[in-house]
DNA sequence: ACTGTAGGCCAACGAGTGTTGACTTTCCAG
DNA sequence: CTGGAAAGTCAACACTCGTTGGCCTACAGT
């Protein structure tokens, strides 16, 4: 399959439409979940022919397997004071999302976590990889472990309600208001009662 | 189609066979989803012909909305006092869900939505009709409609995490740490800051 | 110029889907 | 006892899907 010579830059033909397809088939995961997404039309946007995914991607779930390569970017929260965590936070997956929530890979993953077993395993490595560490930083590894589960539920069902479903009463809301309203709500759950 | 004598008691034969499918067709949506979920599946769950679900209920959307009749039972809140709300949400939600999450229409509902625009407005009116109405009689109509995204998006994102992502750091909490840990937040979310 | 190989296309397979229509069985009213 | 509607079965259609293997084309190394 691969040739022993290793090159840093040649190969070049084959890695763009590698590109292509990862680049189509997040889109399609994204906005229509593992199911509703097909080889043929991840193809058709990539421009070339479905046997060609099959052929760099082996099948359609490690298709989906190489979409789910996620970085939060979590910012080290070690310095950041314990009143600004919340809002820190907040802010966080805000800009994140405000941006082009579409093509974000952490809610294509939520999309398809809530039916497809393989996203909802890739979702806990996630939360164990990034966010409980991220936390045990600024709150010591005990009381991470206690709040992370309930400060990643209030974070998530922000996405959930804003993002996928779109309710009206949520999206209705400007990012400031969101902040001014979610922050103290975290802070009331990251602290001892 | 439908004869001219209206019993409320006849049909007898019918109505249990077009119940059996209902049921099957809640389990089956709430364990994989729509897409996921087949007519022949709900019709062998049923012990009946796939056909017979045709003739009951038309397709499969419509089976789908057939399905998507929930009442969240929210109690009256106009009598409860301001510093007890939270706690009663939280503890009304944690009960329904606690039972038997597999067939709650609810988490039905929410599995569906995230890739089913159907479903996603269903979800809206549900909203609209009965969460909205419920947090303005003990808010009072101009405080609820500026609160009432947030709180949904606690709620759900408890039931998400909890119930469909299965997050270990949310799963392995007992329903009483759940309610001290979050009651708290969404009363920071109800508080005027 | 020749050839091997990587990149790409085309046509088809087998399985599973929603859906349909014709046929059989059950059962109650006359 | 006997029609006839209601309840249910059966087999098939038309379609889409993931996946496969054979074939064509460009091009770099010799």
Redesign the pocket.
């Known amino acids: 399959m691969t040739?022993g010579t290793e090159n840093t830059s040649t190969?070049r033909?084959?890695?763009?439409?590698?590109a292509a397809i990862l680049r189509a088939a997040r889109e399609r995961f994204a906005e229509h979940g593992y199911e509703r997404?097909?080889?043929?039309?991840v193809?058709s946007d990539a421009?070339?022919?479905?046997?060609?995914?099959?052929?760099y991607f082996?099948?359609?779930?490690q298709?989906f397997d190489a979409t789910l390569t996620i970085d939060l970017r979590l910012p080290d929260l070690t310095d950041v004071a314990a009143d600004e965590l919340p809002q820190t936070l907040v802010r966080h997956f805000l800009a994140r999302w405000e941006g082009d929530p579409a093509d974000d890979a952490l809610l294509v993953l939520m999309r398809s976590a809530v039916t497809n077993e393989q996203a909802a395993a890739r979702m806990h490595e996630i939360f164990a990889a990034q966010v409980a560490p991220a936390l045990a930083a600024a709150l010591g590894p005990e009381a991470a472990a206690r709040r992370a589960g309930l400060v990643s539920a209030q974070l998530l069902g922000l996405g959930l309600t804003r993002y996928l479903l779109r309710l009206p009463a949520v999206t209705t809301l400007t990012p400031d208001e969101i902040e001014r309203g979610l922050a103290p709500a975290i802070q009331a759950v990251l602290d001892p009662d």
Chains 1, 2 share one sequence.
């Open positions: 040739q190969d033909r084959s890695d763009r439409t590698k997404t097909t080889i043929r039309a193809a421009g070339i022919d479905p046997s060609m995914v099959m052929r082996g099948n359609k779930a298709l």
